[in-house]
């Protein structure tokens, strides 16, 4: 696939501080996820989720993280975080994806009960779904551990964007963007200091191999060409 002037969409997911969202806008991240989920430690109370959606910069957009919650619990997140996007990560089904009127995001364990499904399966399971975030943990786990995303587990007939996701750092996030072409890449724990404390340095390294994988044309027959933007 040629790449020319292709940029890959960055998320950053499970901010709980102000100047964490500050900076992932400043860096030019295209979302932030603000994590609703039981299970996460990253988990914030929809009040708290105001303050951070109040410091998020234009053009960037919240995306707002559920697994398994109550429709009751999804609508309260909504009234305060005033989601863009929406993203689940549990057992619901399209039905209960689309009902809160938001583009969503469903994310897919690569791993365990979703493992080898094909694209055209999970798009007729989730045909209203704006797209997908395939994630390195097995399905019916809570991501944002850091388990490494296997390439070769991604469906090699997926139609919709995808977020390619999983135990992405700074130091492997070139490569996955090399392998996978992904419509855009998703890092919790891999820009952290610990859970839901981002690490500027880190935030800025991601982004930074972001933009160098993007630089790279790709020719068909995967031969790297010059930079689209630079001409080197
Ligand atoms: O991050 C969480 O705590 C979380 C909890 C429940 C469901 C999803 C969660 N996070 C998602 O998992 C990916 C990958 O995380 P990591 O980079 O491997 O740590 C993260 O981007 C979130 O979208």
New binding site residues.
């Given amino acids: 696939m040629k790449r020319a002037l292709f940029r890959t969409r960055i998320?950053?997911?499970?901010l709980t501080r102000a100047g964490d969202v500050r900076l992932a806008g400043e860096l030019g991240v295209d979302a932030v996820?603000l994590?609703f989920?039981g299970?996460?430690?990253?988990?914030i109370e929809p009040q708290a989720a105001r303050a951070l959606r109040e410091a998020l910069a234009p053009l960037v957009d919240a995306?707002a993280?559920?697994?398994d919650n109550s429709a009751g619990e999804v609508r309260d997140a909504i009234t305060h975080a005033r989601p863009t996007l929406l993203?689940f990560?549990?057992s619901e089904d399209d039905a209960f994806c689309r009902r809160f009127g938001l583009p969503y995001l469903k994310?897919i364990g690569l791993k365990g009960a979703e493992a080898g499904l094909s694209g055209r399966v999970l798009h007729a399971r989730y045909p209203h779904a704006a797209g997908f975030?395939l994630?390195?943990?097995a399905s019916g786990?809570?991501?944002?551990?850091?388990?490494?995303?296997d390439i070769a587990a991604i469906p090699d007939d997926m139609s919709k964007p995808y977020?390619l996701?999983?135990?992405?750092?700074a130091d492997n996030v070139y490569a996955a963007i090399r392998s996978a072409s992904p419509w855009g890449v998703?890092?919790?724990?891999?820009?952290?200091l610990e859970?839901?404390i981002k690490d500027g340095a880190l935030m800025r390294r991601f982004v930074e191999e972001v933009r160098r994988a993007d630089c790279i044309e790709l020719g068909d027959n995967g031969d790297i060409g010059e930079c689209n933007a630079c001409g080197r």
Wanted: hydrophobic share 30%; proline share 6%.
């Fill in positions: 998320k950053f997911c499970g996820g994590i989920a299970r996460s430690p990253r988990r995306v993280l559920f697994m993203q990560h549990g994310g975030v994630d390195g943990h786990q809570p991501g944002g551990s850091g388990e490494r995303v977020v996701a999983g135990g992405l750092s998703d890092v919790a724990s891999g820009i952290e859970p839901g």
